[in-house]
């Protein structure tokens, strides 16, 4: 799912950055695969409703860097394809990087601000990735079996609980893995969407 950077306000959680890559069969509905295509349109249209001031632009940025540095944690302990993340931001959400979306999203629907990006930005959230979620813990419990199961058990799948038992040999942040997963580019995508705002609120002032 290597969408990161397509679109910086819907789409900043791409294949680097997922547990599992998506086999061609993957289950799931056939519309769910519209995430990506659709992303550059509803990203415009967003855009183009957007009224920000540099008020707004500011509240909203501080929103959207905690999902920066959420994303950025969970990629500093993600080794696709080597185990499944457990550690970090992992302990306390299956997905960290959606969640971490899920702030950035917010973030620009504050910085707009308009209510009909904040629909949109909302509605394709819950339309494709509760879909992305199930596809991929599909997969990842045909690859980890029990392991994923005993996993999935002990940690929500999205709203991430607040006390965590963390072991003594839990795995540490590695921004070399950080880089290796590309996550930098979600940052690139935001502060050219911030931009592209501080643009917009001096066209409109």
Not at 50 to 55: G, I, K, Q
Not at 152 to 172: E, N, Q, T
Not at 185 to 204: E, M, N, Q
């Amino acid at each position: 799912m290597d969408e990161n950077g397509k679109s910086a306000v819907l789409d900043m959680q791409g294949k680097a950055c997922t547990q599992q890559t998506a086999p061609a069969s993957a289950p799931g509905p056939a519309w769910a695969r519209w995430r990506a295509p659709l992303g550059y349109p509803t990203a415009a249209l967003c855009l183009w409703f957007a009224h920000p001031t540099f008020r707004s632009i500011v509240a909203g940025s501080v929103i959207a860097s905690a999902g920066l540095v959420i994303r950025a944690m969970a990629a500093g302990h993600l080794r696709k394809r080597e185990a499944l993340a457990q550690t970090g931001p992992y302990a306390y959400t299956r997905n960290p990087l959606y969640l971490g979306s899920a702030f950035i999203a917010a973030g620009f629907a504050l910085a707009a601000p308009s209510w009909i990006a904040a629909g949109l930005l909302a509605l394709y959230f819950v339309v494709f990735y509760e879909q992305v979620m199930r596809r991929e813990e599909s997969e990842l419990r045909e690859q980890y079996g029990k392991t994923f199961d005993e996993y999935a058990r002990s940690v929500p799948r999205f709203l991430p609980k607040l006390r965590v038992k963390i072991a003594s040999d839990g795995g540490r942040f590695s921004f070399a893995q950080y880089v290796r997963n590309r996550e930098y580019s979600a940052a690139i995508g935001a502060a050219l969407t911030i931009a592209v705002l501080a643009i917009l609120a001096l066209w409109r002032k």
